[in-house]
């Protein structure tokens, strides 16, 4: 089993640069979610979805657009990078019936 | 979902047990706690979760006051790969509005020393 997929694993952005950083699962998980983290600090969440064509804001979208066209992947966008979005992004998929988050190994993005 | 209080960081010896607080005094009925860690920069991971009473995996055990206003992780026999952020968080029961949305605080980071 793959788990959760995300890619890149590392990025580096000049402001005002777009990018679609990759989710994928295949565990058949209805809920996905985006999470920011940045140094010294836990995980902040940006968007969720609870099934395809269903996204709902987090903590923090501001910068960010999310889509869910099938239960396997859900791309988070950034149309126009900010210094401020600099940071570990991990993307976590779970059953909407328990609270497992499986989480991906994490796209370190940096913004110039 | 209720809020939980952490200690920053908590030290332990390896082959010791090391039990990690947390405080969740504002915790409703339905609310669940889960417990989560995250191993230097990689993807978070589930360890155990639990309601009211006390729970055990083959990583750990959760124990849950009468209250439930507290709880404990309590890892039996720490090791050098335990040192980690540690996450108390409590989370509404599936099925609500919220879809059971999970809060990451600050954690606890655990050292474990030889």
């Known amino acids: 089993n793959a788990g959760v997929t995300q890619t890149p694993k590392f990025q580096v952005l000049k402001t005002g640069q777009s990018m679609t950083l990759q989710c994928a699962q295949d565990?058949?998980?209805?809920?996905m979610s985006w999470y920011r983290q940045d140094p010294g600090m836990g995980l902040r969440l940006i968007h969720y979805?609870?099934?395809?064509?269903?996204?709902d804001q987090g903590e923090v979208p501001n910068g960010y657009n999310v889509s869910r066209s099938t239960t396997e992947d859900f791309p988070l966008r950034l149309l126009s990078a900010a210094p401020s979005q600099t940071s570990v992004y991990f993307c976590?998929?779970?059953?909407?019936?328990?609270?497992?988050?499986?989480f991906g190994e994490g796209s370190r993005l940096t913004v110039l | 979902d209720a809020k939980t209080t952490q200690p920053p960081s908590m030290d332990c010896a390896e082959g010791r047990a090391a039990n990690l607080p947390c405080n969740h005094s504002?915790?409703?009925?339905?609310?669940?706690v889960y417990w989560y860690r995250q191993i230097h920069s990689q993807g978070p991971q589930y360890i155990i979760h639990?309601?009211?009473n006390n729970e055990t995996n083959e990583m750990a055990s959760l124990i849950i006051t009468e209250d439930r206003k507290s709880s404990t992780l309590i890892l039996p026999h720490a090791t050098l790969r335990d040192t980690a952020v540690y996450y108390c968080?409590?989370?509404?029961?599936?099925?609500?509005?919220?879809?059971?949305?999970?809060?990451f605080g600050q954690g606890t980071i655990l050292t474990v020393h030889p």
């Open positions: 565990m058949n998980h209805e809920y």
């Open positions: 968080i409590v989370r509404a029961s599936p099925g609500g509005t919220s879809y059971g949305k999970l809060t």
């Open positions: 639990g309601l009211k």
């Open positions: 976590a998929s779970r059953t909407l019936n328990t609270g497992e988050l499986f």
């Open positions: 979805s609870v099934g395809a064509g269903i996204t």
């Open positions: 504002t915790i409703s009925g339905n609310e669940y």
